[in-house]
């Protein structure tokens, strides 16, 4: 039988290695939360794992070591993404140069468009701020992408740092992930230490499948509307289409707020009702298949939360990171749920 | 009751390195050194204070271990009194270096453990989980379905032992109340 001391040191044992797996994440997270980019390119860098881990188990069955899996796929996807660059650039430095001589132009026929607006409005309320409002909403839209142009180099330098950090991170994450997981475990107390195994590996689960899918679906949707505009004609495709794959990853507004440019685009432009009834078309195409093939076949499945957690979430979500948060808050929610639930199942589900 | 827990694929392990253990272990035994080398890279060495719980009755079991060094006790609990004596606690068997225990975890989906497991010295234990299986099978199918073929094999002979232990028992219950309905 165990004697009083044993069980003493014990649990003394598991206390102190409790604190020391705690203090470690909680380490991890100050670092990721607080160091310049660190967030940003530590998502991506998941994003990336779990993107290329199907890719990279496949190199491995077929009898490649783990590190030749990862470096053909990083090969692969490098050479992929500089052709794309190569084959787009003259579309996208076409449309920056278009957008850059049409800006004055696209400022004048916004605030004639607030203007009929406005109009409409005192046509029936009277002149509340009519005279105002147009001006001042023309004038900060000017300082608004005024700034967005001052600010370019700041954020062309952290796309820069992302785009090196993140495939950095990605690599050795696929290559040595499994043994920091060791090494962590390691650390966790006997007591939890199943407990802390199954866990993560459900997690790992989920989020391998949602992260998947939920590319695919941005892919999809951003690809649908770029070729849809380009072959109706509309301005900045390239964007739009870019803008509505990004944007699709928020649940239910996502969709919305992607769109947006576009009809204010056409409304600025004063384009024809067919251009507008096209485009609103493309925008259609793109997410009824959106929602009648990849939602049910590969979304749905994943992740199980009521819409009205889903909806308090993103608000959540946005309050504390802005667009980023509105679009990892359903993931970060998912395994906050499933961390719950094994816990209680650990603690409070037991039975003899 | 022994019979039932005692391990009848043991063999004699005293501190050896991991491949030697894992691969005296049956449900490695086919494996070449290179495709043991995966297994190592992914298993659990884990270290128990004599006393200390491995884990307990009606927690989710997600996995096995292999005994490296040291002995494990295996007990019951019930809520009636399981030996004459009125205890509700009774040690089922003592495992020792070479034994393994926990594998029906390898295949069953939220399960939970069907006895405790007690370190009854100090030890080191070789932990085989779930998540580890199914990593082998994704990344060497061929791996995963030895290890799996064998485990199916010894879930098998268990079963089997499970069985002729309730032929046993319910002959015996059977002479017991033939005594007790014969008048003499």
């Known amino acids: 039988m165990m004697s009083k001391n ?51 188990s496949y190199l491995e069955r077929k009898g490649m070591s783990r590190t030749t899996s990862i470096v053909i796929p990083f090969i692969g996807v490098g050479l992929l993404l500089a052709l794309g660059s190569w084959a787009l650039s003259p579309i996208i430095s076409q449309q920056l140069a278009t957008a850059k001589v049409e800006l004055p132009k696209f400022i004048a026929g916004f605030k004639t468009l607030l203007d009929r607006i406005g109009y409409h409005i005192s046509y029936y309320v009277g002149p509340v701020m009519r005279d105002s409002f147009s001006e001042k909403a023309a004038n900060y839209l000017q300082t608004l992408l005024q700034g967005s142009l001052t600010d370019l180099p700041t954020i062309m330098g952290k796309i820069f740092t992302v785009s090196i950090l993140a495939p950095f991170f990605a690599f050795f994450l ?54 849809g505009l380009s072959l109706i004609g509309f301005p900045y495709s390239v964007f739009l289409g870019v803008f509505a794959g990004v944007t699709n990853l928020i649940p239910y507004i996502g969709p919305i707020i992607g769109a947006t440019p576009a009809f204010v685009l056409a409304l600025v432009y004063q384009d024809s009702a067919t251009t507008i009834i096209l485009m609103g078309g493309v925008y259609l195409a793109a997410q009824l298949i959106d929602m009648l093939f990849i939602i049910p076949l590969v979304v749905a499945k994943i992740v199980n939360l009521h819409p009205v957690t889903v909806v308090v979430v ?29 816990v209680y199942n650990h603690v409070v589900g037991f039975r003899v | 009751m022994n019979t039932l827990w005692e391990n009848i694929f043991k063999k004699q392990a005293q501190q050896r390195s991991l491949t030697r253990i894992l691969s005296d272990n049956i449900l490695f035994q086919d494996l070449s050194t290179k495709e043991l080398s995966l297994v190592e890279e992914i298993v659990h060495e884990r270290h128990y204070r004599k006393g200390e719980f491995i884990f307990q009755q009606g927690e989710v079991g997600v996995g096995m271990y292999i005994i490296a060094q040291g002995s494990v006790d295996i ?24 034994d393994f225990f926990g594998e029906l975890s390898l295949v069953e989906d939220g399960g939970r453990r069907s006895a405790s497991s007690i370190a009854a010295e100090d030890c080191i234990l070789i932990g085989f989980f779930k998540p580890d299986l199914l990593e082998i099978l994704e990344r060497s ?41 014969d008048p003499l």
């Open chain 1, 314 to 342: 993103i608000i959540i979500g946005s309050q504390l990171l802005g667009v980023l948060g509105m679009i990892i808050s359903i993931p970060v929610t998912s395994a906050i749920k499933l961390t719950v639930s094994a």
């Open chain 1, 174 to 227: 696929l290559r040595d992930g499994r043994t920091i997981m060791k090494h962590i475990l390691r650390l966790v107390p006997n007591n939890l230490f199943e407990l802390f195994l199954n866990l993560f590996h459900q997690i790992n689960q989920q989020m391998g499948g949602f992260i998947r899918a939920r590319a695919l679906e941005a892919l999809i949707v951003g690809g649908v509307t770029w070729l």
């Open chain 2, 75 to 98: 007990t019951l609990y019930d809520n009636q009194p399981l030996v004459p004596d009125g205890s509700k606690h009774v040690l089922v068997t003592r495992l020792e270096a070479g």
């Open chain 2, 141 to 181: 199918p061929t791996v995963g379905i030895k290890i799996v073929f064998r485990l199916a094999e010894v879930l098998g002979r268990r079963l089997k032992e499970t069985t002729d232990k309730i032929r046993v028992l319910r002959r015996e219950l059977g002479h017991i109340q033939n005594k007790s309905t």
């Open chain 1, 6 to 56: 044993d069980d003493k040191l014990i649990k003394r044992e598991a206390r102190v290695k409790l604190l020391a797996v705690t203090l470690l994440l909680v380490f991890a997270l100050i670092i990721i939360l607080r160091v310049e980019n660190m967030l940003v390119s530590t998502l991506l860098a998941i994003v990336i794992t779990y993107s290329l881990k199907p890719i990279v």
